[in-house]
């Protein structure tokens, strides 16, 4: 355990930087429709939530050299990620008849 | 010296002095791998009857015994008990409590008392379900896939099934999550993962499924109870839903689900062939990694059961060219098993004699299954017997099958008795013929036609019907004759030793048979692979006290 | 188990001693757990995420204006209260493993205010929600009546209210969590040489965060460029 080697005020003044960051971010999320990549509002969002997200787990979850879950958790997103490719990418991509569909064009469904 | 039940309790809360209090409170895995075993083969007969009960109705066109609603309740709750309560639990919880811990020198899993608190939460899903048979309208009628929206929409206890399944799903979460802590923290010193038994494997494969899949299934039951209170429309076309999304989800699950059943069979198969063919395992590393890659394309597959449902046609595609993969690792291993038996020295012992039945059946479940992975066969096959004839045919002539090679096998590990070798033999060939006779005319009904879950039927069906139903007779009074021949090894049979087979895995070298509390006597150094023979001869040899090799 | 542990020694041919890694007093063991734990959360709401974007792909121009009517004000106070929270748990975990259990206990009763201030501020949302006839089985989210709103549009609220339901119900569970943390502290079963359980927890509450790190862009700011605005 890691508990006599603990630098005290190294280690709170980590936290303090990792909120600054978070704090400036979360300001970015609310500036950047009106700010930047207007276009692509959806897409700026994401990967702002995963810088955030990159943030947390490395330094508030203390996963930065633990090699073990690091792969873990790539093994998981990968996952997850495989499931939006095919189900969005693929499938969803190529929704067969849609002007026909009731879900995506019935009477009260505009 | 190891401690006895008499010295320590071993129990989750307090130390009872009773017995029973003992066993049911009890953290020692072996315990509760023996009280899952119990209850999974109480849940084992009561779907075995219900399927009786639907030979019986089949066995003649036109209605016998039970009408069509009540037929819908049955395959149900066959379905239901059987995949959720019996076979995707069932190797895991069995052999991987029993024996996975055994095999790696460990005390005990990561977790006990969470394998304590999972046993009861498994208790409770079953309580839960058989609760579903008695309120209400009963038990579900949709099929154990729970279909939206007629899942939403039938008048059964449709949500209590899916709650049973949401908490057997948590159950299986956490046996899986204490497996891999377990396999990744508590193997004896000097056993890398390329020295681990194959039955460690194949669970170490099953729990990342059991782990990562199972949240899909649970997250989709809950959405599935929020839109039958809720009225969300998330899978309700009549709201806007999309039905495919439900089948999607499901399958995102229940497709690894098959891979996370058949695995540790696997594992049990990659044990029993190497300790009677007196040899060392062909290939270890290749069947280690086919493990971990049927694990890893298991994931891919899953919409080869959408083909039918509306699923775009690119996607159909994808996933036909995806789902041939699953059977390069599966063959590989095949071949290794082979491989492993070539110029052995085979001893044809009951657990080699089922291990060796389900090459044949297997292999037939196995390639049927790759002939309607073709797209334009299987929209002729889609729920046709056909295919209910291959998934039995890998599932209870693959994992069952295998199941019962394990429960041979380890017989001896586990009571410290020998069960009559003729009769047990006997047993396997009366289930190997039922078995056959049983499902194989099923392929050939399928393929003219006969539509799955129907309770009725044309009459050129019948003679299949009929030859199904003798099959399936024949098939259940082998499997209680060996049930039967179970009972009389524990309370009759010969004591049998530490190590009746010759075999060379950890579990075979405990200092007493059952095996005491805590395992072995003292944690082995592990600088050596699992199956090492020498002329038919196993090369390691421990001294029982201090556990050090003396060979 | 009353009995001090004591690890088992194995030894190997030439004689070396190696030590057995035991169940008991795995740290590590027990943290690799609770990740694996996490992980089944992330594949928990992955799934949810994939029906959310799903309908999104069916239905963008209706997601858009969905999200463009929510509260973003409220949104993103609790983004900051939770954002802020993960600081006071995390400071507090520091505080155990440096021996300031006091510290670390206060820090933990900080947490559970945030996340009580997080529920209550979540409340007020929802009651406005309902009032302006936005809720599950109520008003505009029922089928076929003159108020229903579009399918994409009532996919995208009863998404909503499940997902940030969820998350909500996660927020109780970690402030149960965290009074039993208090509890176990006060028994002394929890101290600066056996903090995993703290760490534990701090880890939950940092997943509860991160889930919430993308549920509010996604429900709250992806219609935020809209022409139609907040309220």
Redesign the interface.
């Given at each position: 355990m890691d508990t006599n080697t603990i630098d005290y005020k190294k280690e709170r003044a980590g936290y303090y930087k990792v909120l600054i960051g978070l704090l400036l971010l979360t300001a970015v999320t609310f500036i950047q429709p009106h700010l930047f990549m207007t276009e692509s509002n959806f897409l700026a969002q994401m990967l702002i939530a995963v810088l955030k997200a990159w943030m947390i787990l490395m330094y508030y979850m203390h996963l930065k050299g633990e090699k073990l879950i690091i792969w873990m958790v790539w093994f998981a997103l990968s996952i997850v990620l495989v499931f939006f490719i095919i189900v969005i990418g693929i499938d969803v991509a190529n929704f067969n008849n849609a002007a026909g569909s009731y879900i995506t064009s019935a009477p009260n469904a505009n | 010296m190891s401690k006895t039940y008499f010295d320590e309790t071993h129990c989750a809360i307090g130390h009872p002095k009773s017995t029973f209090m003992q066993w049911m409170l009890t953290v020692d895995h072996k315990r509760i791998g023996l009280m899952y075993a119990a209850v999974m083969f109480t849940f084992f007969f009561v779907a075995v009857f219900t399927a009786l009960l639907m030979r019986f109705e089949l066995f003649a066109p036109g209605q016998q015994f039970i009408d069509g609603p009540t037929f819908n309740q049955a395959f149900t709750l066959h379905g239901v008990i059987m995949i959720f309560l019996f076979i995707i639990p069932g190797i895991p919880a069995i052999f991987g409590n029993i024996v996975m811990p055994l095999m790696i020198g460990a005390k005990d899993v990561s977790f006990p008392r969470l394998n304590w608190a999972t046993f009861w939460l498994y208790i409770l899903g079953c309580c839960v379900a058989l609760a579903s048979l008695f309120i209400g309208e009963g038990v579900a009628d949709t099929g154990w896939t729970f279909y939206a929206p007629y899942s939403l929409n039938t008048d059964t206890n449709v949500i209590m099934a899916l709650t049973a399944a949401f908490i057997l799903g948590f159950a299986s979460i956490l046996t899986g999550l204490n497996f891999l802590v377990t396999i990744h923290r508590l193997r004896a010193p000097g056993m890398t993962f390329f020295k681990m038994p194959l039955f460690v494997w194949g669970i170490y494969a099953t729990a990342w499924i059991q782990l990562l899949a199972t949240p899909v299934i649970g997250i989709t039951l809950i959405l599935a109870v929020m839109e039958k209170y809720f009225g969300i429309g998330i899978f309700d076309p009549s709201k806007g839903g999309d039905p495919v999304l439900f089948q999607h989800l499901f399958w995102i699950y229940s497709h690894p689900a098959v891979y996370l059943m058949i695995l540790p069979a696997f594992g049990i198969m990659s044990e029993i062939i190497p300790t009677f063919s007196r040899k060392e395992i062909f290939g270890y590393r290749t069947i280690a990694l086919s493990s971990a890659s049927i694990a890893g394309i298991g994931y891919l597959v899953w919409g080869h059961h959408l083909y039918t449902s509306g699923m775009s046609d690119v996607a159909k595609s994808v996933f036909s060219f995806l789902t041939f993969f699953v059977a390069i690792p599966t063959g590989v291993k095949f071949y290794d098993w082979i491989a492993t038996m070539y110029q052995g020295k085979i001893v044809l012992s009951t657990p080699m004699i089922w291990g060796l039945g389900t090459i044949i059946t297997f292999a037939i479940g196995g390639i049927t299954g790759i002939t309607i992975t073709m797209i334009g066969v299987d929209i002729h096959l889609q729920d046709t017997y056909y295919s209910v004839a291959h998934f039995h045919y890998a599932i209870l002539g693959g994992v069952v099958f295998l199941m019962f090679a394990g429960m041979h096998y380890w017989f001896p590990l586990i009571t410290g008795k020998m069960y009559k070798e003729t009769h047990a033999k006997a047993a396997f060939y009366i289930q190997f013929v039922g078995f056959n006779l049983l499902w194989f005319p099923m392929f050939i009904a399928g393929w003219y036609g006969m539509p799955r879950r129907y309770f009725d039927y044309l009459p050129e069906f019948q003679i299949y019907h009929q030859v199904s139903f003798y099959g399936a007779l024949i098939f259940v009074s082998g499997l209680i004759y060996m049930f039967w021949t179970f009972y009389r090894g524990w309370t009759k049979g010969e004591p049998s030793g530490t190590n009746p087979w010759n075999a060379t895995t950890l579990e075979w070298h405990m200092p007493s048979s059952p095996p005491p509390l805590e395992n072995h006597s003292k944690v082995p150094y592990v600088d050596f692979n699992p199956y090492e023979y020498h002329h038919g001869e196993p090369v390691v040899k421990f001294n029982y006290e201090t556990m050090q090799r003396i060979d | 188990m009353s009995h001090e542990y004591v690890p088992?020694i194995?030894?190997?041919?030439e004689g070396n001693e190696?030590?057995?890694?035991?169940?008991q007093g795995?740290?590590?063991?027990g943290?690799?757990?609770f990740?694996?734990?996490m992980?089944?959360?992330?594949?928990?709401?992955?799934?949810?995420f994939?029906?959310l974007?799903?309908?999104n792909?069916?239905?963008p121009q209706?997601f858009i204006d969905a999200s463009a009517s929510l509260n973003?004000w409220l949104g993103?106070t609790n983004?900051?209260i939770l954002?802020?929270s993960?600081?006071t748990m995390?400071?507090g975990l520091?505080k155990m493993?440096?021996g300031d259990v006091k510290g670390a206990k206060l820090m933990i009763w900080a947490t559970i205010l945030l996340a009580a201030v997080f529920l209550i501020i979540k409340g007020f949302e929802w009651t406005a929600e309902y009032n302006h006839g936005i809720f599950?089985?109520h008003d505009k989210?029922?089928?076929?009546t003159e108020n229903?709103l579009?399918?994409?549009q009532?996919?995208f609220f009863?998404?909503y209210?499940?997902m940030t339901g969820?998350h909500g119900f996660h927020i109780i569970i970690g402030i149960g969590l965290m009074l039993w943390l208090l509890k176990r502290i006060n028994a002394g079963k929890v101290s600066?040489?056996h903090?995993i359980l703290y760490w534990n927890i701090a880890?939950y509450w940092?997943?509860v965060?991160?889930i919430w790190?993308?549920v509010?862009?996604?429900f709250y700011?992806?219609g935020?460029?809209g022409v139609t605005g907040g309220h």
């Open positions: - | - | 088992e194995a030894t190997d041919r190696h030590v057995v890694q035991g169940w795995d740290f590590y063991g943290k690799l757990g990740w694996m734990f992980l089944t959360e992330v594949l928990m709401f992955g799934a949810m994939l029906v974007a799903y309908y792909t069916l239905h209706d973003r993103g983004t900051v954002l802020v993960a600081l995390g400071l520091l493993r440096v599950l089985m989210l029922l089928v076929g229903s579009p399918f994409g009532k996919l009863g998404m209210f499940t969820l600066q040489d903090h880890l940092d997943i965060h991160l790190v993308f509010f862009p996604y700011m992806i935020a460029g």
